[in-house]
């Protein structure tokens, strides 16, 4: 026997169950923020000399956030060294994207390997000599980093100096890539940080020489100013140890820029007249003459003699009545005048004529 199971619709729709995660998301960001700053806080304001549980002392603390901070960081860099830096950047980059919803679906994947980023971070700042600054009676990767890398070091068949250059090179590589994949960078963003990285070179290559340019630039026009001050100041000298030495080449120089002087003179009248020309065509000065045409007769142009015969050519209007008419358009030439003159609408076989400034050229 069965027994029939009714289906229920669900709480909340698609769409709520969709907003609330989003929303849940965004919430474990901001406490993923918030505790990437206090992490970066109590690391950044950290001093050997507060207060901690393997430190006995009644100073007040120093750390930003008071006897939990110095604890915290004193346990952090007793064990880790300068590799715990490492956890504040993973908790401010993995909330950001949970914030902001940007890769943050790769977070189960990649936060796997989240624990060795710190490790190999500590075991590389082992690899290195502390400053005069470090206070601290290990190494700068903690007590874990100085360890593994003493195990490391003692079962490779070399000798220390190359083999610590070897494990130096291979644990950069290995912490640069490690970084990349805990902190979610895909193949895109790797992509644009590449192009980012070598814009910013390229932008600084290009300042630098542009920088050095003009350092050289400069040091030109000091160099150039100095010689002709180092040069002034021995003609002065020689002028004043031998007045008569240098006088020839002072006439000398004088000469020459009065020469240099009559000489622009004439390009610039030379230049002035071309312009006139220019603006003047014709040199008769045929436009300022007034009064009526000296000249003794009219040459035609081209088709004079068709032109005069069509002008002659009766032409019937009207009844019984013919009147003369000019035809064709061309123009008359002057004998006197070498210009072109336009004759008048109705003209006679031997008539007048005007010129194109509208005076009149008797014909003979």
Request: hydrophobic residues 50%; glycine residues 14%; contains cysteine.
């Amino acid at each position: 026997m069965t027994w029939g199971v009714e289906e229920r619709d669900p709480l909340l729709d698609a769409e709520t169950r969709a907003a609330l995660l989003r929303r849940g998301q965004q919430a474990l960001g901001l406490a993923l923020l918030g505790a990437g700053i206090a992490l970066s806080a109590l690391l950044w304001s950290y001093d050997p000399a507060d207060p901690a549980w393997h430190v006995a002392t009644d100073a007040t603390p120093h750390n930003w956030l008071g006897r939990p901070g110095a604890a915290i960081a004193h346990t952090l860099v007793l064990i880790l060294g300068l590799g715990a830096a490492a956890l504040p950047v993973l908790a401010l980059a993995w909330g950001a994207r949970f914030v902001l919803h940007r890769g943050h679906r790769r977070a189960a994947s990649r936060l796997v390997l989240a624990p060795l980023l710190p490790g190999v971070a500590a075991m590389f700042a082992a690899a290195h000599a502390p400053g005069p600054g470090w206070q601290q009676g290990f190494g700068l990767g903690g007590m874990f980093g100085d360890a593994t890398l003493g195990l490391m070091l003692g079962l490779s068949p070399l000798a220390f100096g190359p083999t610590l250059n070897v494990a130096t090179f291979v644990l950069a590589l290995a912490l640069g890539g490690l970084a990349l994949f805990t902190l979610g960078v895909s193949r895109d963003e790797a992509r644009a940080m590449a192009r980012a990285l070598r814009g910013g070179l390229r932008t600084a290559w290009g300042w630098a020489l542009a920088a050095a340019a003009m350092l050289w630039r400069g040091l030109g026009v000091l160099v150039r100013r100095g010689a002709n001050r180092a040069a002034t100041g021995l003609q002065q000298a020689g002028s004043r140890a031998f007045p008569g030495a240098f006088r020839a080449p002072a006439a000398a120089k004088r000469m020459g820029r009065a020469g240099t002087a009559a000489q622009s003179a004439a390009a610039r009248s030379r230049t002035g007249q071309r312009a006139h020309s220019r603006r003047d065509p014709q040199p008769f000065g045929w436009q300022r003459r007034a009064g009526p045409c000296p000249g003794a007769g009219i040459a035609r142009a081209k088709g004079a003699g068709t032109r005069a015969a069509a002008a002659a050519k009766p032409r019937r209007q009207g009844r019984g009545t013919a009147k003369p008419r000019a035809r064709g358009g061309g123009r008359r030439l002057c004998a006197a005048h070498p210009v072109a003159v336009d004759r008048t609408a109705r003209w006679p076989a031997h008539g007048t004529v005007r010129d194109r400034a509208g005076r009149e050229c008797a014909d003979a």
